[in-house]
């Protein structure tokens, strides 16, 4: 694993400081590590969302379409 410095302002230390005190978090790095990941996660869903909405419809989303992912959901589950 890999160290990385960061400095803040005294008042996003103390929120950080707080978050950990009231066992919302193990450590400050637990912290960073979570809001690192919720973003990651957050560009990715992005992504998936803008390369979705820029690709072509394939089909209807009429009734027949969803009882088909319907039938489709229940069969893999």
Not at 29 to 57: C, F, K, M, T
Not at 58 to 77: E, I
């Amino acid at each position: 694993m890999t160290t990385m410095n960061v400095s803040l302002p005294d008042d996003l230390k103390s929120f950080v400081d707080s978050q950990v005190n009231d066992g919302n978090y193990g450590s400050t790095s637990e912290y960073v590590r979570n809001l690192i990941r919720r973003d990651h996660g957050r560009l990715q869903l992005r992504n998936a969302l803008l390369e979705g909405a820029r690709s072509p419809i394939a089909n209807n989303a009429d009734s027949d379409y969803f009882a088909a992912l319907r039938t489709q959901a229940q069969a893999s589950s």
